[in-house]
């Protein structure tokens, strides 16, 4: 998601992720270990470029509340986070099918509560998956 005041001209979705190495840009990094911001940072580090990060938080929540609210930045947001008809004043642009995948589906749980069998099959597809016609 890039804020509109950022982007004049909206793409319909981004092949490459390294025009947004210009922009100020707001990841969502995880408490512990490496994740998603770590596989962005090194996306841009390939193209030889540094991206101008002037914040990380761990809630996309947050992130998606700084922007609306008038925070002049970038977010690369899983879908899944990110509601592009309840944003007034953010652009949500999706990357391409053809990049690599950078956010995968996830399953949490805690450790007390059992597995069920349904969910287990799906994960142990594996990703991509197709669901079962």
């Known amino acids: 998601m890039i804020h509109k005041s950022l982007l004049a001209d909206v793409p319909d979705e981004f092949g490459d992720i390294t025009p947004l190495i210009a922009l100020p840009m707001v990841f969502l ?16 580090s390939a193209s030889g470029k540094y991206p101008d990060v002037i914040m990380h938080n761990t809630q996309p929540k947050a992130i998606l509340d700084l ?24 652009h949500v642009v999706p990357l391409a099918a ?36």
């Open 29 to 44: 990094q995880r408490n512990h270990g490496s994740g998603v911001y770590e596989k962005f940072i090194d996306l841009f």
């Open 67 to 90: 922007l609306e609210s008038g925070l002049e930045a970038a977010s690369l947001l899983p879908a899944s986070e990110v509601d592009g008809r309840q944003l007034a004043h953010c």
């Open 98 to 133: 053809t990049m690599k995948p950078v956010f995968f589906p996830a399953l949490v749980k805690k450790s007390t509560t059992p597995m069920i069998k349904e969910i287990a099959a799906i994960v142990q597809q594996g990703y991509p998956f197709s669901p079962a016609s």
